[in-house]
């Protein structure tokens, strides 16, 4: 049975979570709380589900796993693994989680260096490793299929452009994955099933956002796969 995750505020004025299958007969409210719920992630294993609960008394957030059981489509009290520091103004804020392939670690953009890094954290609790760390923004992390990298979204070149860089989870040096002569933002990066290849979009001021494939070892030039609109040409 196919099972999907979608907020929505049809029980009260706070957004749940709730579970439909494919065919739409079955719902199950996955939370029924106090607070927001949102930024849901299925595990590969199809077994676990997270997301962040945001209450007045915690407004950054708390990342949140669930234990769900497919065939009966009941899941388990949750169970915190990450509680963010309180900031009324959001910029604590906890983003969606990525699950390692093998459904035992959530890597999440977080605050606690005062920039956006990215974060390895048990599925079963435990303390946050600190995977990047510097005066930069990293976003978006994306494990590899192999599970050896993520791909995140980072101005750690430029402050105002975006790359997408592959860190491996090993602790090695990150990596740029591309580099052109005109600085732009790069976004939605998505791995290949064989984790050689990784898909993205690339805008700039000279270009519309297109897709383009690159090498993920760097072997070969990226790729477009669109083009939107012609480059603009100087005169």
């Known amino acids: 049975r196919d099972l999907h995750s979608f907020p929505t505020r049809r029980s009260s004025d706070l957004e749940d979570l709730v579970i439909v299958s494919d065919d739409g007969r079955t719902e199950y409210f996955l939370t029924q709380g106090d607070g927001d719920a949102g930024n849901a992630s299925w595990a590969p294993d199809g077994s676990h589900i997270s997301y962040t609960e945001r209450k007045p008394e915690y407004f950054s957030g708390k990342l949140e796993v669930v234990k769900f059981d497919p065939k009966t489509g009941q899941g388990d009290d949750p169970a915190t693994v990450y509680t963010a520091p309180t900031d009324r103004g959001g910029g604590w804020s906890i983003g969606k989680a990525n ?17 956006n890094n990215v974060y ?116």
């Open 99 to 115: 699950w390692s392939p093998d459904s035992k670690t959530l890597a999440v953009v977080l605050q606690d260096s005062g920039w």
């Open 120 to 235: 390895l954290i048990p599925a079963a609790g435990g303390k946050p490793k600190q995977l990047t760390s510097g005066e930069f923004e990293d976003q978006n992390p994306v494990y590899a299929p192999n599970g050896k990298s993520i791909a995140v979204t980072s101005n750690r070149k430029l402050k105002e452009e975006e790359d997408i860089w592959i860190v491996p989870v090993d602790g090695a040096a990150p990596k740029q994955l591309t580099h052109f002569d005109t600085p732009g933002v790069e976004s939605s990066a998505e791995w290949s099933p064989d984790a050689r290849r990784i898909f993205f979009r690339r805008t700039s001021p000279l270009e519309s956002t297109d897709l383009l494939v690159a090498d993920a070892a760097g072997n070969a030039p990226p790729k477009y796969l669109t083009h939107t609109m012609p480059k603009n040409l100087e005169s």
